[in-house]
């Protein structure tokens, strides 16, 4: 079955401070990888997008890397502040299926106090 | 450019009443998608539209319907609603089918009592 496991399920960290956010995944075939932030009452907005062959994508503080063999992900945000505060969606799609089928995770709810 | 804009933003509805969820977007996409966010769950897929004049069923499509008015609106129905699609709902859209670059709108806070 086609899934995204997100870990941890929410995380508090001080403001400053460098956190990683984990996705595994069991889609496949694989397309690409997608990062999605959500802040609290609104919709999500895309961070990062990672196909097969690339290993790493950065988007400011947001890094994101990808290891196609052993179906992980992760994100890297550095030097957090308190506007990262959200939750952080890991998203998978498959190639050739259907429709446009998406797989999302269950995300991550990051805190950042100051 | 407001991108994807949803109305309304909140709904309270009783049991077995009707409502239809608005979405339209600026963007000129061709693809757009009706998802709902549960507490502890990821999005879910109900419906959604590869272009204009075409729907298809997602994930959790029992107890909707929808309608691709044009190619820049997507309407979500509920005929007769249930406790149990209690719930955010997201309309996002893309340019093309699978479109890398997925835009979500604002979100519609839907409690059905």
């Known amino acids: 079955k086609n899934q995204v496991e997100q870990s941890p399920q929410s995380l508090i960290i001080l403001e400053g401070k460098n956190c990683t956010l984990q996705?595994?995944?069991?889609?496949?075939?694989?397309?690409?990888l997608r990062w999605y932030k959500q802040d609290t009452g609104r919709g999500p907005v895309s961070l990062t997008i990672?196909?097969?062959?690339?290993n790493t994508k950065s988007n400011g503080r947001y890094t994101a890397t990808l290891d196609a063999d052993t179906k992980q992900s992760s994100l890297h945000i550095t030097a957090s502040q308190l506007s990262d505060s959200a939750s952080y969606i890991c998203?998978?799609?498959?190639?050739?299926?259907?429709?446009?089928?998406?797989?999302f995770g269950k995300g991550t709810t990051l805190s950042v106090s100051s | 450019n407001a991108g994807v804009t949803q109305t309304p933003k909140f709904q309270v509805l009783k049991t077995g009443q009707s409502m239809t969820l608005q979405c339209a977007q600026d963007m000129n996409h061709n693809s757009m998608y009706w998802y709902r966010q549960d507490p502890g769950m990821g999005l879910r897929l109900i419906y959604y539209?590869?272009?204009?004049?075409?729907?298809d069923k997602g994930e959790v499509p029992n107890g909707y319907n929808v309608s691709r008015l044009n190619k820049r609106e997507f309407s979500l129905r509920l005929e007769s609603a249930a406790p149990s699609q209690t719930s955010v709902y997201f309309c996002?859209?893309?340019?093309?089918?699978?479109?890398?670059?997925?835009?979500f709108g604002p979100g519609t806070r839907l409690t059905v009592t």
């Open positions: 996705c595994n995944y069991t889609v496949s075939p694989f397309s690409n």
């Open positions: 539209s590869a272009s204009e004049g075409t729907t």
């Open positions: 996002a859209s893309t340019e093309r089918p699978g479109g890398n670059e997925q835009y």
């Open positions: 990672m196909t097969f062959s690339e």
């Open positions: 998203v998978v799609r498959g190639a050739g299926q259907a429709g446009t089928a998406l797989i």
